[in-house]
């Protein structure tokens, strides 16, 4: 359970802790003649430091108990020999990684995202050394990191209750924090983008696990990728090159990571972009020019063969600009 500390001296008694608080851990108690924020559900803090965000004097910290992640140490009998996939599936996804990587000219690894059912035997994979949100967890594995994240690592109660780890808490079921945050006008509003967005039942999946495209240690679920809008464009263009489809994308700017890049993809069996979302800006160091991909692992061979051939000519005679005259 995270330690939580409060500065009396900072704190002016406004209650926004109280308020934003996404499984309302906190109570203004009296004392002293004054009003403070008391701590009396600590045991239900996720850790995702919505209150010290929330807190204009900054008298809030919240400190995270390192061995309630390493209470799962990953030596228990629903862990298996990592990697758990075979050498043929491996060498597919290095591959993928590498055309991925080659021809767009990406600056950042591609994620492989893995949703574990409960009851399968989950990959011996290092935990986080303190709680992250899942869209901190896809930034930090573009750039090399691992994770296995039973719902005790994650640190957003919103995403890990739409991946299927935990139940909605109440404040979010209601849509109450999303006027509090000022995302959306309404009660009706914040109800309606609630309803609209897909999720899996609850504490059905045990776990989430990122990793580099490259160092997948299971078959991915799904493929994540960081790029900039030009090569997004080829990524879709690949995605339509043996058809010439165009694409309907679910859009909304919630739930990014979690809705758009991985349970949309998971769900359909297809491919979805995401332009981001207010968490996830907000809380990863994902810059203001990067777009989001997400590729389901059966849409990816026809999607590679179409971007190595994109790659072949018209990707470089684009990026080469030869309709502009030449410059003298």
């Known amino acids: 359970m995270p330690e939580i500390e409060l500065d009396e001296a900072r704190c002016t008694g406004c209650g926004l802790c109280v308020d934003f608080c996404p499984v309302e851990v906190f109570d203004l108690v009296k004392k002293n003649g004054r ?8 045991e239900r803090c996720w850790a995702c430091d919505t209150c010290v ?24 009998p629903q862990y298996g020999t990592s990697p758990m996939i075979s050498d043929t599936e491996k060498q597919l996804c290095h591959t993928w990684s590498n055309s991925l990587i080659r021809v767009l000219g990406l600056r ?35 750039r090399g990191k691992s994770f296995l ?34 995302k959306l006008d309404s009660m009706e509003a914040a109800q309606h983008m609630i309803a609209e967005r897909p999720l899996l039942a609850p504490r059905s999946i045990q776990a989430t696990l990122v990793t580099p495209l490259k160092d997948a240690v299971l078959v991915p679920d799904v493929i994540a990728v960081i790029a900039l809008p030009e090569q997004m464009m080829w990524l879709c ?18 739930n990014a990571q979690c809705v758009e890049t991985t349970l949309i993809p998971y769900t359909t069996n297809g491919i979805n972009i995401s332009l981001g979302c207010y968490g996830c800006r907000a809380s990863s160091d994902v810059s203001d020019d990067l777009m989001f991909m997400g590729i389901h ?5 026809e999607l ?25």
């Open 297 to 301: 692992r059966e849409r990816m061979p």
């Open 108 to 142: 950042w690894n591609p994620v492989a995202i893995n949703l574990i059912p409960v009851g399968t035997v989950m990959p011996n994979v290092a935990k986080p050394r303190q709680k992250l949100r899942f869209c901190q967890s896809l930034m930090a594995a573009r």
């Open 53 to 76: 965000g929330q807190c204009p004097q900054g008298a809030l910290r919240v400190i995270e108990n390192a061995s309630e992640l390493e209470d799962q140490s990953g030596t228990g």
């Open 237 to 254: 263009m690949a995605a339509s090159y043996y058809t010439g489809k165009r694409f309907t994308f679910k859009v909304s700017g919630y």
């Open 35 to 42: 009003y403070y924020p008391q701590a009396v559900r600590a």
């Open 149 to 182: 994240m039973p719902a005790n690592c994650h640190a957003c109660p919103d995403g890990t209750h739409i991946l299927g780890l935990t139940e909605i808490p109440p404040k979010l079921a209601t849509g109450e924090l999303y006027l509090r945050f000022g």
């Open 304 to 328: 590679i063969r179409g971007l190595d051939a994109l790659g072949r000519k018209a990707i470089p005679d684009s990026r080469n600009k030869i309709y502009l005259p030449p410059q003298t």
